[in-house]
């Protein structure tokens, strides 16, 4: 479950130099129920949220960036592998904060050039999770946005990702299918309406 909501938008003349949006997300964990340890699950322990607050300005008709300041929350933290007793739960923190940027660069009429950065800045006891780091082409025709690009993030929620990313940015040979290479090929299709 998801909602977005534009607090106030970038004026194109005069008015807010900047767009100001919040995102909101929660997430539930579908697992089966032995998944979680029984002394210790109720219902609730499924659910993790994620807030985002983002902060945009467009420069130019061809170049415009984004940062946002992120918290994910999870009511349950993971158990440390091999952990015999609820007391080893604090392995992670319930809550983490994160930064993003993001910068889209117009290269044509249809076509932009698209790049984004992912800082975790929560401390955890042990799985730290990696930056993202992903870069993309996004190409638009006049009923749809298409984004195809490469990113360290393998997950669909944003929260799992901000918490739980073990992929370190780096290429590596993905030719030869080389197991340094942590990028993953992702794809988006939007479809735009005009009312």
């Given at each position: ?16 130099p900047l ?169 988006n299709i ?6």
């Open positions: 479950f998801n909602a977005k909501y534009a607090l106030f938008k970038q004026g194109r003349k005069g008015g807010s767009s100001l949006t919040y995102y909101v997300n929660v997430g539930i964990d579908t697992r089966a129920k032995a998944s979680f340890p029984k002394d210790v699950y109720e219902g609730t322990d499924r659910y993790s949220y994620f807030h985002q607050l983002m902060v945009a300005r467009k420069f130019t008709k061809a170049f415009s960036l984004q940062a946002s300041v992120n918290v994910s929350h999870f009511n349950f933290q993971e158990l440390v592998p091999g952990a015999e007793n609820p007391e080893d739960l604090k392995q992670m923190n319930n809550d983490h904060l994160s930064l993003t940027f993001l910068g889209r660069l117009k290269v044509s009429s249809g076509m932009a050039i698209i790049a984004g950065y992912d800082l975790p800045l929560t401390d955890h006891d042990v799985n730290n999770p990696e930056a993202n780091f992903s870069f993309g082409i996004e190409a638009t025709s006049s009923a749809h946005a298409f984004q195809i690009f490469l990113g360290n993030y393998n997950k669909i929620v944003p929260q799992l990702n901000n918490v739980f990313n073990q992929n370190k940015p780096q290429l590596g040979n993905i030719y030869k299918k080389d197991k340094n290479s942590n990028f993953l090929i992702g794809f939007t479809r735009l309406w005009v009312f």
